[in-house]
């Protein structure tokens, strides 16, 4: 195993930390090899995806990241912000399937803003489209017309795009309640009325998994009313960054939720879901949960290792059952740990 690690900005060095210590302790046999993305990579090259970077990523088998971004970098020019880096490595490995469990631990269903009849038992899988969409359509950019300053960006998908994304989405149902919901905007935008007609004509070959369809305003409610109703939800890039986001919080913390993002061997980027946290970066207090559940991922889909996944899993969910809970998951009568005493005890369970 062939492992890119790419620790990136804020809590991100913190995370990765307890993350790698976790990989190790599995007794695995693995080659690792950490490289700079995001604003770190701007600091030290000017570059937030530099070249020695790309050619250890494509190189690697899997890369594990930890978080880019923060707000010394807001006022860089676009080319020189962190978060093109991310895109960049997502484009460039072509990584167009990202995979976000939303899955609620039942020692948590407290930490949910939402009552625990709402949520308990909830385990949702968004498939989002990684590499199209709004985010890399063109034409792009601000410019001045009339006088003033005009916006513009483009949202675009082809067929192609629509279709292998879909396919993600119904395989990876079959593997779970096998139904699937599909998010668009085809009463607005023509680009999504595409999605919905390629979903369709995709749904005839999976006769065995249940195809529904939503409007992604009406998801976006639904998900906050009725969550459990979904198993597997795909959706474009946009849509999806929005709906993962809002799933995230319906289990408690964003720090508990890892991501997957695929190309079509499974080779794979594997991250937490939660930002680079500048706040709180060098006091010790970040979760690493996530990112230790991200690894797991990483076994499970890029290593077909699903027996040492299974470990780390169970390893976080007797963590969690023993009551030990970080700042963002904490609650009365539980004891709050640090960062590293949140390693630590992962490493002892497992």
Same mark, same amino acid.
């Given at each position: 195993?062939?492992?890119?690690?790419?620790?990136?900005?804020?809590?991100?060095?913190?995370?990765?930390?307890?993350?790698?210590?976790?990989?190790?302790?599995? @007794?695995?046999?693995?080659?690792?090899?950490?490289?700079?993305?995001?604003?770190?990579?701007?600091?030290?090259? &000017?570059?937030?995806?530099?070249? *020695?970077?790309?050619?250890?990523?494509?190189?690697?088998?899997?890369?594990?990241?930890?978080?880019? %971004?923060?707000?010394?970098?807001?006022?860089?020019? +676009?080319?020189?912000?962190?978060?093109?880096?991310?895109?960049?490595?997502?484009?460039?490995? %072509?990584?167009?399937?990202? !995979?976000?469990?939303?899955?609620?631990?039942?020692?948590?269903?407290?930490?949910?803003?939402?009552?625990?009849?709402?949520?308990?038992?909830?385990?949702?899988?968004?498939?989002?489209?990684?590499?199209?969409?709004?985010?890399?359509?063109?034409?792009? &950019?601000?410019?001045? +017309?009339?006088?003033?300053?005009?916006?513009?960006?483009? =949202?675009?998908?082809?067929?192609?795009?629509?279709?292998?994304? !879909? +396919?993600?989405?119904?395989?990876?149902?079959?593997?779970?309640?096998?139904?699937?919901?599909?998010?668009?905007?085809?009463?607005?935008?023509?680009?999504?009325?595409?999605?919905?007609?390629?979903?369709?004509?995709? @749904?005839?070959?999976?006769?065995?998994?249940?195809?529904?369809?939503?409007?992604?305003?009406?998801?976006?409610?639904?998900?906050?009313?009725?969550? +459990?109703?979904?198993?597997?939800?795909?959706? %474009?890039?946009?849509?999806?960054?929005?709906?993962?986001?809002?799933?995230?919080?319906?289990? %408690?913390?964003? @720090?508990?939720?890892?991501?997957?993002?695929?190309?079509?061997?499974?080779? &794979?980027?594997?991250?937490?879901?939660?930002?680079? #946290?500048?706040?709180?970066?060098?006091?010790?207090?970040?979760?690493?949960? *996530?990112?230790?559940?991200?690894?797991?991922? =990483?076994?499970?889909?890029?290593?077909?290792?699903?027996?040492?996944?299974?470990?780390?899993?169970?390893?976080?969910?007797?963590?969690?059952?023993?009551?030990?809970?970080?700042?963002?998951?904490?609650?009365?009568?539980?004891?709050?740990?640090?960062?590293?005493?949140?390693?630590? #005890?992962?490493? #002892?369970?497992?």
């Amino acid at each position: 195993m062939k492992i890119c690690v790419l620790p990136g900005d804020g809590i991100g060095p913190e995370i990765m930390a307890e993350a790698v210590r976790v990989l190790k302790e599995l @007794g695995l046999a693995f080659e690792m090899e950490e490289a700079l993305l995001g604003g770190c990579a701007v600091d030290a090259t &000017g570059d937030p995806y530099p070249e *020695a970077t790309q050619k250890l990523a494509q190189a690697a088998d899997a890369v594990l990241l930890g978080a880019v %971004g923060g707000p010394k970098w807001d006022n860089n020019p +676009r080319e020189q912000r962190p978060e093109r880096g991310l895109l960049g490595i997502r484009k460039q490995l %072509g990584l167009f399937a990202n !995979l976000r469990p939303a899955i609620l631990y039942p020692e948590l269903a407290n930490a949910s803003t939402l009552k625990p009849e709402v949520v308990a038992g909830l385990d949702i899988l968004i498939v989002r489209e990684l590499t199209g969409d709004i985010y890399f359509g063109q034409p792009r &950019g601000i410019e001045v +017309r009339n006088g003033e300053r005009f916006g513009f960006n483009t =949202m675009h998908y082809t067929e192609s795009e629509i279709r292998r994304i !879909l +396919r993600v989405a119904f395989e990876a149902a079959r593997k779970r309640s096998r139904k699937v919901c599909s998010v668009d905007k085809m009463n607005v935008l023509e680009c999504t009325q595409l999605w919905r007609d390629v979903a369709i004509e995709t @749904g005839r070959e999976y006769p065995d998994v249940e195809l529904s369809h939503m409007l992604v305003d009406n998801a976006a409610m639904q998900l906050v009313k009725n969550p +459990r109703q979904f198993d597997v939800m795909v959706t %474009g890039n946009l849509f999806g960054d929005i709906l993962s986001d809002e799933a995230s919080m319906l289990t %408690g913390s964003i @720090g508990m939720l890892p991501s997957a993002s695929l190309d079509a061997n499974n080779k &794979g980027l594997y991250e937490p879901c939660h930002g680079s #946290a500048p706040d709180i970066a060098g006091k010790g207090v970040a979760n690493p949960l *996530a990112t230790i559940l991200s690894v797991a991922m =990483m076994l499970r889909y890029t290593f077909a290792n699903d027996a040492a996944a299974r470990r780390i899993e169970d390893a976080v969910k007797k963590v969690l059952a023993q009551g030990l809970r970080t700042g963002d998951i904490y609650e009365p009568g539980m004891k709050q740990v640090g960062t590293r005493e949140m390693g630590d #005890a992962v490493l #002892a369970a497992l």
